[in-house]
C-alpha cells in the first residue's frame, strides 16, 4: 500500500514540492514517515518496504499556513487520550484557524496554542480530531468538527482501521473517488487514480464525509453542499489530464485559448505558448486565429527539482534557468506568446526581453486568465495584494510594464464558459474580489500566523521519523487516500507563487 500511495504522490508532485510523508496502517498501529523535498527525494525501495500495512494516507506539501518546516510535513499525526492515532494530509487553507487554536481543551485546562508543535492549519484539525476521538470515536467527532471549519478542505485521514475523506461544502480543492480491484482510493486529481490503476467512481461531495473500512463505504454529510470550485485550478494548478466536475482541464485549456483568440486577435507569424501550463491555450489560440503554432522556447524539465540555492551570478540569468528560447525559431518572426497567467509579472518582462534579443521582431503577450488583483486564502499563497502587478494599473500599465507590444487576457466570462461550469459554482474571487467563503480579519494575518516571528525552529531536516501508536484491532482492507495539498506549480506562472 505505501508503494501505491508513492506512485499516487508522484502524480501529484506538481501540486506540493516542499515536503511529502506517507502514513500506514496495518490495523493495529500507524506509522508516518515523512520529510522535506521532493517524494522521489523522501522514499526510497528501502523505506517504503518498511511501511508495512493495508491502508494509507499520502501528502505533499506546498505551504499556505505555516513555514516549510519538518514539524508542518504532512500526514500530521495526533494521538487520542485512549492511544490510538490519527493522520491527516489537508489539501486547502482555513480561514478560521485562529479560532479554532483558541479553543479550549475539554477541561479547559490549556490554550490550544499550547499543544501545538506544528504551526498549520491542517494540524489543529488533527489536535482537534483527537481531543474529541477518545470520547466520541474519529467519525463522530469529525461530523461534529468539520461544520465548523471555515475555508477550504480537502482532507484525508485514518486513525488505525478507518479511512476517511472530507471535503469541505464549497468543494473549492477536488477530491475524487476511486475503485481499485481490493479497495479504495481517494485523491486530489482522477490522473492520480489513472496512475495507480483505480477507475473513477465519482468526486467526494462539498459537505460529505466518507469513511471506508472493513465493511466497506459509507457516506455522511456534515453540511449543505454550496459548490464554489477554484476556477484557477482549469487554468494552472490542475495536470491536464484530470477532469475536474466532468469537464477535462485540458479541453477547457484549449478552450480558454480559442476564446483568447478571438477576443484579442493578433497579426503574427507564429503562436508559442510557454511551456508547460501555457501549452493548450496555445494551441487553442493558433486553431482558432489560423496563426501556425511552434515551440520557440524550451524548458529545463528539472528545474525547481534542485534543492541548490542559485549563486548571485547564477541568480542574475534569472528565467534563463527555466527557459530558453528557439533563437532560428523566433528569429525575425511576429510572435504570439500565451501563458497561463500574470502574478507580479517578473516572468513576462523577462521573457519579453529575452525573446526580443533572440530576434523577435515583436511580441504579443496573451494570458489565459484575467488580471490576478486580489490575494488566495483558500490554499494558494499568491503574492500580496500590492505585489501583484495588476493591483493598481489597467491593461496599457501592465503591457508597459511587461514591455510586450500588445497584451490581451481572457475575460472572466470567456475563462468561465470554457470551464462549461454554471459561474456560480465557481470561485473566481483572485479575478474577481468576490470572495464565496467570509473572511475574518484573521484570515488577513497571513501564512506565519502561528508562528511567533517568521517561524518555528525548523527541526533536523534530515532526519526522518517514525511515529507510532497503540494498537485496535482491525482486518485488512486495501484501501489507500493519496491527497496532494495545496497547489503549487511547477512552471510558467512560477513567480505567481511564493516560495520556500
Ligand atoms: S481565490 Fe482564486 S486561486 Fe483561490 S480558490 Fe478562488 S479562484 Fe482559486
Redesign the pocket.
Known sequence: MAKLTYFGLFALQHRGQEAAGIAVSDGRQIVVFKDLGLVSQVFDEQTLSSLRGHMAVGHTRYSTTGSPTWENAQPTFRTTAAGTGIALGHNGNLVNTAELVGRRLPDGARDGRARMSATTDSDVVTGLLAESATDLGVEEAALRLLPDLSG?FSLAFCDETTLYAARDRHG??PLVLGRLDRGWVVASETAALDIVGASFVREVEPGELLAIDEEGLRSSRFAAPEP?G????YVY?ARPDTSIAGRGVHSARVEIGRRLAAEHPAEADLVIPVPESGTPAAVGYAEASGIPYGMGLVKNAYVGRTFIQPSQTIRQLGIRLKLNPLREVIRGKRLVVVDDSIVRGNTQRSLVRMLREAGAVEVHVRIASPP?R???????D?ASRAELVANGLDNEGIRRSVGADSLGYISQEGLVAATEQPRSR??????SGE??IALPEEAMVGKHMLEDVTGTPCGDSGSVVHEATGSRAGVPVPVSAVPSTR?SPAYGAEDALSRP
Not at 230 to 233: A, G, L, R, T, V
Not at 426 to 431: D, G, N
Open positions: 477550504a473549492v480543492r464554489k477554484c476556477i484557477f485550478e494548478l490576478v486580489w490575494p488566495c486564502f483558500y490554499g494558494i499568491f465557481l470561485c473566481t474571487a483572485c479575478f470572495y464565496p497547489s
